[in-house]
């Protein structure tokens, strides 16, 4: 079985390198609420595979789309928030479906 993409494995120099900014960035970052990283026992930040795709994101949206960092954590929040929705929504038409397939027997 593969690691969860929500599992923290990368360390701040790998993950800065792997979204192609400097550790001090990632932490500005942090300190601002664009990412909460989590954090070992030893307080070591450790980034998943979602914190990952989270800054690439953000950084796509500073330098293709020329939105500041305000704008990005907005943007961040209410995307998702959005697929909080869609989870949602998502269990509610199984739910339904799951009742209209007790009712019909």
Known sequence: MGLEENEPRYGISI???????KTYTLRYYERIG???????????????????????RAKTLMDDLGVNLAGVGVILRMAGRMAELQNQLDEIEADLKRLRGVDDL
């Open 34 to 56: 664009i990412i909460e990283p989590y954090r070992s026992r030893g307080n070591t930040r450790l980034y998943s595979d979602n914190d990952i795709a989270q800054l690439c």
């Open 15 to 21: 993950a800065a390198r792997m979204v192609g900014v």
